[in-house]
């Protein structure tokens, strides 16, 4: 995203990590979500306009899916 942030979000779930991945693609700003193996069940690429808007859609949206224990922010830094 252009003039935007973009980050990685690791989620662990307790539920179908298929399912999660797929209620949280239909969310505004989520330009993918996997789910994949190893410690992390769903790792999702995410864009935003601001680190504020990108926390908003972390906090709200996100970890609102059902089955969603823990997530881990990582945002993309250009050097």
Do not use: F, H, W
């Amino acid at each position: 995203m252009a003039g935007g942030v973009t980050a990685y979000v690791l989620i662990q779930a307790q539920v179908n990590a298929a399912r999660v991945a797929s209620d949280i693609r239909a969310l505004d700003g989520v330009e993918s979500a996997d789910d994949v193996s190893g410690p992390y069940d769903v790792i999702v690429r995410a864009s935003a306009r601001n680190m504020d808007e990108l926390g908003q859609l972390v906090v709200a949206k996100i970890q609102g899916v059902e089955g969603i224990t823990r997530t881990l922010t990582c945002p993309v830094v250009e050097l």
